[in-house]
């Protein structure tokens, strides 16, 4: 075995894709990853620290790459345009073709949602802190950033199930509008119209 070998990330991240989807998560191991690849279990610790990092190698990038982004975006936005701006520039650090297979593997395995809960707290102080450094007041910061998370976890859950749909950029513009759209005060019925409040209290 040549001491250096090609590709062998994408090798060993290709193999250990195939045998979770295959058998789970749980039931399999790295010397089955490293032998599904072809490569040693030396070769594997170079890339990767354990069998998660597989699925998880970069993402702990995302939080430093969003408040980067929210840092850049334009001073005149408001700290929620300026968020969801982030969002949609940054956000294809996480859209790459493997995606859609990694989500289906953490989906089935409890223990693999626990960490990418982990993670997207993580991303959640890191665009709290860019609002703050924007001039943000905190309590708004605090407010916004969950909100953002929320939105880029359920854009990026509608693009891997049809990615060939819309970008996840145009996911996350998506949602965003949507969840706007609901908090939008319900119209009152046709021949109905709200009084001031002074006038209900007589």
Known sequence: MPRWAPQARDR????ALELFLAH?????????????????RRTFSRYFTDKRDVLFAGSEQLPAVLAAAVARADPDLTPFTA????????????ADEHAAQRRAIVQASPELQERGLSKFAAVTSALA?????????????????PVGTA???AAFDRWAEQPERASLADQIHETAAELAASMQPAAPPPGQHSRPAAARAT
């Open 12 to 15: 060993l991240r290709d193999a």
């Open 24 to 40: 789970g998560f749980d039931n399999v191991t790295v010397t089955q990853i490293t032998e599904r690849a072809g490569l040693t």
């Open 83 to 94: 968020l969801l701006t982030a969002l949609a520039k940054a956000g294809d650090l996480v």
């Open 129 to 145: 802190a860019a609002l703050e450094q924007r001039g943000t007041e905190a309590a708004t910061a605090a407010l916004l950033a």
């Open 151 to 153: 939105i880029l976890r």
